[in-house]
């Protein structure tokens, strides 16, 4: 396996894990009839390992940008749910869910070290 260290590079395989998170999220039919906590779990099972492949190997080399872009899917999903408004802000969807972000998830799952971005993003 050879990794590239373009930005170009780095920006399209999160694109692409992005993406594939999505189409994943619409997948169930079933969805208006589950719980919140039941939701959570589908996410970590099904979706959430979509997003963290091979990220402990491009962490370091992640921008504003593409961090922002793997944190937009799991409010995405949560706000399928019926507890959860889709016009919910993202920050308001968390709190509703009594989860935390998917960037914090990664960083704690995988003892990812901060970098300047994920301060960024975590700070806003």
Excluded at 7 to 21: C, D, I, L, M
Excluded at 58 to 67: E, K, V
Excluded at 82 to 111: F, I, M, W
Aim: glycine content about 4%.
């Amino acid at each position: 396996v050879t990794l590239q260290t373009t930005g170009f590079t780095f920006t399209r395989h999160v694109e692409e894990r992005t993406s594939a998170k999505i189409k994943a999220t619409m997948g169930s039919s079933r969805r208006r009839t589950l719980s919140l906590e039941t939701e959570l779990s589908l996410f970590k099972l099904k979706i959430a390992p979509v997003a963290s492949y091979a990220i402990k190997g491009i962490w370091p080399h992640l921008n504003y940008r593409n961090i922002k872009g793997l944190d937009r899917v799991k409010p995405i999903y949560l706000k399928r749910t019926p507890e959860v408004s889709k016009s919910a802000p993202t920050r308001l969807v968390y709190q509703l869910a009594g989860t935390s972000s998917s960037l914090e998830d990664l960083q704690s799952t995988y003892n990812l070290i901060p970098n300047e971005a994920s301060e960024k993003f975590l700070n806003e």
